[in-house]
């Protein structure tokens, strides 16, 4: 089992930025692969951008690319979400998640762990 929970989400303006951080306690963290998604209103859960178990492996989705960084830190048990140049259709419940498994994936069925999630709203 993994605990995963979220924090860093708020109301930002367009065009500023926001950190996200995942916390994971449970098994070892290192053995997964982490993943963060987001949900906006009426809309399907969507892949942001994944980072494999040592950190070398990273894709993100097209829409945020140069926008955001994921990054982990296996000591710490921690991924974040750096997010800058943020959009309005950035708005949405950001969540992070865990796989156990080798590289990254985009399907949100390949997870297997689940944080509530943290809520990114940007005004234009």
């Known amino acids: 089992q993994v605990q995963l929970v979220e924090s860093g989400g708020g109301l930002v303006q367009a065009g500023g930025s926001l950190r996200l951080s995942c916390a994971a306690s449970?098994?070892?963290?290192?053995?997964?692969?982490m993943g963060w998604f987001r949900q906006a209103p009426g809309k399907e859960r969507e892949f942001v951008a994944a980072i494999s178990r040592g950190g070398l492996g990273i894709y993100y989705t097209e829409s945020v690319k140069g926008r955001f960084t994921i990054s982990r830190d296996n000591a710490k048990r921690t991924v974040s979400l750096q997010m800058s140049s943020l959009k309005p259709e950035d708005t949405a419940l950001y969540y992070c998640a865990a796989r156990q498994g080798v590289g990254v994936t985009l399907p949100a069925a390949e997870y297997d762990y689940w944080g509530q999630g943290t809520q990114v709203t940007v005004s234009s």
């Open positions: 449970g098994r070892t963290f290192s053995s997964f692969a």
